[in-house]
């Protein structure tokens, strides 16, 4: 049932287009403006319980447990979660070297450096892996949070914390799926210029994806 | 009844063999098929939700009744209201926007045929998938708006909340779907010279309610999914008692979405008046610019006013100013449209068609419907009026003599697109004259029995409080719909086999859609057209004339022309089967949950892998 | 309005020369490497510095934490959207799809947030 890979054709629609743009880089900027307030959603909640949970463990003060007398400290791991966070922003920066390297496939490549800038999959490569390295680094702060003593169920702060990077950690997780997709195809047919389309719109939603976790880094993490 | 036996028209879909049979109706892409599954769909549920709305009348219809039980009177209006809302209307206006976007802005179709079909079919599932429970007496029993925490495991422990949250879930996506394709169709697929301001009128307020959609069902999503979570999962985003989770989160996150729905809900019925009303008085649409800025003015302001379904909470002085005046500037937007309408009837040679008569009873309803609106803008007067049948007074002038109406003289109006044959007219009329008298006394004495401070939602009531005559008369009303949908679904069916041949412009209308052959040809345009002007028809030049000559040819095929047509396919129906089956594993069997997903996975990369259309270049 | 590209002249006479018009692509000044590391060089400077921010206790006591780092992570966000996202260089119909939810999004958070009182205004 499967048609092989190679039929994902080129991008350019042979039908008119009023503006001349290809239908599906419109449909990705309006799906990326719906994406807009799906996070606005799970921020707002996030920030509207902040300071309310009854009991901790709490993101950045420390809490006794007046049963146990058990002092649990403030839970968010910075350094951390800044090291990930700079997995994140430079993975970025290797998705915008695979798309440049996928659009000037054809360009003649003299020097070392520019065979290395050239090269597709070495790129998705290291976007996919950065991509990965960000979920390694999320499994690990979820499960040492646990271990901790905050689940998603504990309290409010549990709650909303879980689900709003659970969510964006579910963006990450499809972005490198995709990525992978797109690594399957380069390795079958190897991407051309003809395929930038393909590589641009899932860029847009990888750098979206980055972009997003800017906002709750500061949000969660850093504003007390 | 005017019947009259001739062949069927050439382009019928029976006139091509391999387009006829269940199968192709699995598998299609064309977006005038899918449109035509939208409206059969929807039409079945409209009567749906009409029984459950037959049964609660009639269980109120005299004091101290004990026809359904309390409980089963909770099912039925909760249903009555998730039915028509997002099973009935939505996907009513859906079937136009299917329809009519690419014929109205001369388009071969929509800018994704594939989406659109997964569009329809999760539409189908889902909308099976949290009707079937009322037949067994599960079905979800806190209101439309699903209150929580009401509706968390606390308060509602059965399976009935989980159909409603899992079902909200599953059409959300199918709406979405459907949005971002609608969208990118008219940005991207208007033919040469349709420029934004020359668009019909009806394709601009479907522009609208696609923005509308993106921007508003992302909330509720994530409303839902803190909904099912704290279901599924235990947490507590809606646990007011051991958590000290804020009441008002839902209703907030609710309502960001719920006024939004509201516009979602009438803006296309808007579109289509917008196209009757100039057909029938021969005259273009009066004000052009300012209907379309009045309704982006609608759709931005649209996201300024959820608290006024929340003025009985408190929110304080400010916001409740805030939210009241803006409250009362979106009437102005809306009462704009209104005065647009009736000018565009003066001095028009005006044809009654049936069409015709349910444009007119809109904007004779929908402005009774906007009054009662202005005045529970008024915080101190909602509070009078909230959960009182006042207010279901209100939204149902808004929603039946507004969405309703406006469908109905779509349905009408474009039968003969649609069909290639003419409904009948007298049978129309009498379908129009019942529903506005059953429309009228069923809702306008609830505007009494509500200012008497008759709640809604409650199953029965006591004697002497002044309510009796009142609810009666809504009961007869009630049974009143119908006789007046028999009369409809008569016609509907007969007119369709037997109506008369329409040809390509049976109104004399001015705009694209009515240039090409009823029913249209699979590619719609032989010759995509250039457009000079609002009314090709009424006001082209010669380009345009010379367009609509040629597409009105009947008779080619894709394949006479060279016109390459995207390949049908099941895939879309599988994809949106296995997200059904993946959401039905969290109610019946986990284990389901894997095989959903795995037959969705698969099918999705199948589609996605294989090609949209034969080669060519 | 949006559609300022769709220009009229030299439209396509029959539907055969429709199918095969060809492909009006988006033509921009496309960043370059050079561009992209230094954009890369900046997020990451204005990260450290976020970070370096956190852990001066004198700083996030005072007034002016909380509107530094909204801003600068305003700022990233926009840098990664204008150059990463090239947005900048692309068509603007691309920036309305994006600008326009984003400021509904923006205006929604802000309303919550005094709706809840975590934000107020002084009357008085
Ligand atoms: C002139 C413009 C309108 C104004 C000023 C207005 C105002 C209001 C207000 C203040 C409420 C809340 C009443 C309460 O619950 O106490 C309300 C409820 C409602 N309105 Fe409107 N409205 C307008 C137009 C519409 C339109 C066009 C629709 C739909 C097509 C609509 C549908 C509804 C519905 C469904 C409810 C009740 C929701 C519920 O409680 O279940 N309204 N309206
Ligand atoms: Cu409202």
Redesign the pocket.
């Given at each position: 049932m499967t048609a092989p890979a190679t039929h994902v054709s080129a991008p350019a629609p042979h039908h008119y287009t009023t503006l001349g743009l290809d239908s599906r880089k419109v449909a990705i900027w309006a799906f990326i403006g719906s994406e807009c307030m799906l996070f606005v959603s799970l921020i707002s909640t996030y920030l509207i319980y902040k300071g309310r949970s009854i009991v901790g463990p709490f993101p950045h003060e420390t809490w006794t447990d007046p049963a146990t007398g058990h002092v649990f400290k403030p839970i968010l791991n910075i350094p951390v979660t800044s090291a990930s966070t700079f997995v994140l922003l430079m993975s970025s920066l290797f998705m915008v070297l695979a798309l440049a390297a996928v659009q000037n496939k054809e360009k003649p490549k003299h020097t070392r450096g520019e065979r290395i800038l050239g090269s597709s999959r070495l790129w998705l490569w290291m976007t996919a892996i950065a991509g990965a390295t960000f979920l390694g680094f999320q499994a690990f702060e979820f499960t040492s949070f646990v271990h901790e003593g905050l689940s998603i169920r504990t309290n409010l702060f549990g709650s909303s914390f879980f689900t709003l990077t659970g969510f964006h950690g579910a963006h990450v997780t499809a972005g490198v799926i995709w990525l992978v997709t797109l690594l399957a195809i380069d390795y079958r047919r190897g991407l051309g210029p003809r395929d930038s389309l393909l590589v641009d719109i899932a860029a847009l939603y990888w750098h979206f994806v980055d972009v997003i976790w800017i906002v709750i880094f500061t949000l969660v993490y850093l504003i007390r | 009844m005017a019947t009259t036996a001739r062949p069927a028209p050439k382009h019928s879909p029976d006139a091509y063999g391999e387009h006829s049979g269940l199968w192709s109706w699995l598998s299609t892409v064309d977006h005038k098929r899918i449109g035509v599954l939208y409206l059969y769909t929807a039409l079945f549920f409209f009567m749906f939700g009409g029984v459950e709305a037959i049964i609660i009348r009639a269980q109120l219809g005299a004091p101290n009744q004990h026809l359904v039980s309390a409980e089963f009177y909770n099912q039925l209006f909760t249903m009555h209201?998730t039915t028509m809302i997002f099973l009935a209307i939505m996907p009513l206006s859906a079937a136009f926007f299917n329809f009519l976007i690419p014929l109205q802005i001369g388009a071969r179709d929509v800018a994704f045929p594939r989406l659109n079909a997964f569009s329809y079919w999760v539409y189908l599932f889902g909308g099976i998938f949290i009707t079937i429970p009322i037949l067994f007496a599960v079905a979800p029993n806190d209101?439309?708006?699903g209150y929580a925490p009401l509706t968390t495991r606390a308060y509602s422990p059965g399976i009935n909340i989980d159909f409603w949250v899992i079902g909200l879930l599953i059409l959300g996506v199918s709406s979405l779907a459907a949005a971002f394709n609608f969208l990118t169709t008219i940005i991207n697929l208007r033919a040469p010279g349709m420029t934004l301001m020359r668009m019909p009128m009806f394709t601009w307020m479907a522009f609208i309610v696609q923005v509308l959609l993106v921007l508003a069902f992302p909330v509720v999503t994530i409303a839902l999914v803190f909904l099912l979570f704290d279901r599924f999962f235990g947490t507590n985003f809606y646990n007011t008692v051991s958590a000290g989770a804020d009441p008002l989160l839902w209703q907030h996150l609710f309502w960001i979405f719920?006024h939004p729905e509201?516009?979602i809900?009438?803006l296309p019925a808007f579109g289509l008046v917008s196209e009757v009303l100039p057909t029938y008085s021969k005259k273009p649409l009066f004000g052009y610019p300012v209907m379309v800025y009045s309704g982006i003015l609608i759709a931005v302001l649209g996201f300024g006013v959820w608290a006024?379904?929340m003025?009985?909470v408190g929110l304080g002085p400010i916001a409740d100013t805030f939210f009241g005046l803006t409250?009362?500037l979106?009437?102005i937007p809306?009462?704009v449209k209104i005065f647009n309408w009736i000018a565009t009837m003066a001095q028009g040679s005006i044809r009654y068609t049936t069409a015709m008569l349910f444009g007119i009873g809109l904007v004779a309803l929908?402005t009774i419907?906007?009054i009662s609106?202005?005045m529970?803008?008024s915080p101190p007067a909602?509070l009078q009026?909230?959960?009182t049948y006042f207010?279901v007074a209100?939204?149902h002038y808004?929603?039946f003599g507004?969405?309703i109406m406006g469908i109905f003289g779509g349905i009408y109006h474009y039968f003969p697109k649609i069909t290639g044959r003419l409904m009948d007219e007298k049978l129309g009329k009498i379908h129009f004259w019942l529903t506005v008298v059953a429309m009228n006394l069923t809702f306008f004495p609830m505007h009494f029995s509500g200012m008497l401070g008759m709640p809604r939602r409650i199953y029965t009531y006591d004697a002497g409080q002044g309510w009796d005559l009142f609810n009666a008369m809504s009961t007869a009303g009630a049974m009143i719909f119908p006789i007046a949908m028999l009369v409809f679904i008569y016609n509907f069916f007969v007119s369709r086999k037997r109506g008369e041949i329409a040809g390509s412009n049976p109104w004399g209308a001015g705009t694209l859609e009515w240039t090409i052959p009823s029913p249209p040809p699979e590619y719609n345009f032989a010759k995509i057209p250039t457009v000079t002007s609002r009314y090709p028809l009424w006001e082209g030049k010669e380009v345009d004339y010379e367009c609509a000559r040629i597409n009105s040819q009947e008779g080619k095929t894709s394949a006479d022309l060279g016109i390459v047509m995207p390949y049908s396919t099941i895939k879309p129906l599988l994809v949106a089967l296995g997200l059904v089956t993946m959401f039905c594993g969290l109610i019946f069997a986990r284990a389901l949950i894997g095989v959903g997903a795995a037959l969705m996975i698969f099918s999705l990369y199948s589609w996605l892998l294989s090609p949209l259309e034969p080669e060519h270049d | 309005m949006m559609d300022s590209h769709a220009s009229m002249t030299n439209l396509p006479d029959s539907a055969e020369a429709l199918a095969h018009a060809p492909r009006r692509e988006e033509e921009h000044a496309h960043p370059t490497w050079s561009t992209y590391w230094k954009v890369a060089l900046i997020l990451s400077l204005i990260t450290v510095g976020e970070v370096w921010a956190y852990y001066l206790p004198s700083f996030v006591g005072s007034r002016g934490f909380v509107p530094t780092l909204l801003f600068l992570s305003g700022l990233k966000f926009a840098i990664v959207v204008m150059f990463y996202m090239h947005l900048k260089y692309d068509h603007r119909i691309f920036r309305v799809l994006f600008t326009g939810p984003l400021l509904v999004a923006a205006i929604t958070l802000i309303g919550l947030m005094f709706l809840f009182g975590h934000l107020f205004i002084k009357i008085m």
């Open positions: - | 209201g209101g439309w708006f719920g509201v516009y809900l009438v006024h379904h003025f009985a409250t009362m979106i009437a809306t009462g929908f419907g906007g609106g202005i529970h803008a909602d009026q909230t959960d207010i209100h939204f808004v929603l507004g969405s | -």
